[in-house]
Antibody, heavy 119, light 107 residues
């Protein structure tokens, strides 16, 4: 059974870059039918898809965030990462990493990590 | 881009009652519609995918339906653990869109 765990700073200053890593255990990140994603949830609000990555490095981003987002994969560490630059207070959220099942839905999720943007 | 509108925002029911949650899409989603359950402090859990298929381990009291642009999640008889927040979600290739959510609370 897959397990995902987010890690990274819980506090980021405005205008700086938010960086998070998702470590996958219980399976190989480079399995050829596995896609991986990042989703966020501002406090008390709904879910927002950030982006998706395949182990080969192919990426798909939310158009509203595309200019600021980079998602990458490190198969040697069984990890994938999120970078969001030029952050503002509106980027404060719980950030989740997740795995897509064969039907293209999110069946395994990390526990989530709260990132606060504040000076 | 598909917009998903969920209603009602809050549903107040008692254990044992039937819950009916709605999700309306702004255009056809070709059946690519899922439902998730989220409890406070937890990640969402996949309940239903491709409109009506239950995910692994999901009890039979959860069912999904819907033609075209109008989708429904039904919980046939609410158990205490079912009081939570529910989201619908559409996928288009690897792009995802979520609805705003419906809270099912204890009356």
């Amino acid at each position: 059974q897959l397990q995902l765990q987010e890690s990274g700073p819980g506090l980021v200053k405005p205008s700086e870059t938010l960086s998070l890593t998702c470590t996958v255990s219980g399976g190989s990140i480079s399995r050829n039918d596995y896609y991986w994603g990042w989703i966020r949830q501002p406090p008390g609000k709904g879910l927002e898809w950030i982006g998706t990555i395949y182990y080969s490095g192919s990426t798909y981003y939310n158009p509203s965030l595309k200019s600021r987002v980079t998602i990458s994969v490190d198969t040697s560490k069984n990890q994938f990462s999120l970078k969001l630059n030029s952050v503002t207070a509106t980027d404060t959220a719980v950030y989740y990493c997740a795995h897509y099942d064969s039907s293209g839905y999110l069946d395994y999720w990390g526990q989530g990590t709260l990132v606060t943007v504040s000076s | 881009e598909v917009v998903l509108t969920q209603s009602p925002a809050t549903l107040s029911l008692s254990p044992g009652e039937r819950a009916t949650l709605s999700c309306k899409a702004s255009q056809s989603v070709s059946g690519y519609l899922a439902w998730y359950q989220q409890k406070p402090g937890q990640a969402p859990r996949l309940l239903i995918y491709d409109t009506s298929n239950r995910a692994t381990g999901i009890p039979a009291r959860f069912s999904g339906s819907g033609p075209g642009t109008d989708f429904t999640l039904t919980i046939s008889s609410l158990e205490p653990e079912d009081f939570a927040l529910y989201y619908c979600q559409h996928r288009s290739n690897w792009h995802l869109t979520f609805g705003g959510g419906t809270t099912v609370e204890i009356k």
